[in-house]
T-cell receptor, first 111, second 115 residues
Framework: GQQLNQSPQSMFIQEGEDVSMNCTSSSIFNTWLWYKQDPGEGPVLLIALYKAGELTSNGRLTAQFGITRKDSFLNISASIPSDVGIYFCAGQTDSNYQLIWGAGTKLIIKP | GAGVSQSPSNKVTEKGKDVELRCDPISGHTALYWYRQSLGQGLEFLIYFQGNSAPDKSGLPSDRFSAERTGGSVSTLTIQRTQQEDSAVYLC?????????????FGPGTRLLVL
């Protein structure tokens, strides 16, 4: 099925570093969502974006809805060990409740 | 309150056997979704329920897959004559309604392995 292009596929970072990941699409979306999935769990919503250009923060996380409505990024500042996991972007149009998902960015903290 | 629950958490079956996966959504949530997640991939939409009816079954991979929801609550995803390519994590989510701003809350998933 259709997927968003999410990059990078994985990231190896030191604790305390900032992290940036993004998603792009050939289609326009009216909603961008960022989820985090821990091992053995389902995805949990981190940030929801509903308006082009919107910049939203949730603690150390900041996400933006691209002006073209075809992209979004997620930044994590001052990473900590519990940030480890897989981060997914998902897009949604008004006319379709279905979420279209990226393949995920796996975040690994280097010891 | 209780979140979305799924059972079993793990299922190992032999090729050709039928399996049933169960989802208990959050109480009061009218919308229910099934997704499939293959290793290293994002989620693939399978089917969506609004109440007991399934307006969109377009994501079901083949006629071996079916799902039902009864009483506007519990849903069962059935895979008949399982194949090895059916091995994946099957995730269920629910939301209060099906609108754009309705957050989908996910269960922990059922890990299916077809030998």
């Amino acid at each position: 099925g259709q997927q968003l292009n999410q990059s990078p596929q994985s990231m190896f970072i030191q604790e305390g570093e900032d992290v940036s990941m993004n998603c792009t699409s050939s289609s326009i979306f009216n909603t961008w969502l960022w989820y985090k999935q821990d091992p053995g769990e389902g995805p949990v919503l981190l940030i929801a974006l509903y308006k082009a250009g919107e910049l939203t923060s949730n603690g150390r996380l900041t996400a933006q809805f691209g002006i073209t409505r075809k992209d979004s990024f997620l930044n994590i500042s001052a990473s900590i060990p519990s940030d480890v996991g897989i981060y997914f972007c998902a897009g949604q149009t008004d006319s379709n409740y279905q979420l279209i998902w990226g393949a995920g960015t796996k975040l690994i903290i280097k010891p | 309150g209780a979140g979305v629950s799924q059972s079993p958490s793990n299922k190992v079956t032999e090729k050709g056997k039928d399996v049933e996966l169960r989802c208990d959504p959050i109480s009061g949530h009218t919308a229910l979704y099934w997704y499939r997640q293959s290793l290293g991939q994002g989620l693939e939409f399978l089917i969506y329920f609004q109440g007991n009816s399934a307006p969109d079954k377009s994501g079901l991979p083949s006629d071996r897959f079916s799902a039902e929801r009864t009483g506007g609550s519990v849903s069962t995803l059935t895979i008949q004559r399982t194949q090895q390519e059916d091995s994946a994590v099957y995730l269920c989510a629910s939301s209060p309604e099906s609108g754009r701003r309705e957050t989908q809350y996910f269960g922990p998933g059922t890990r299916l392995l077809v030998l």
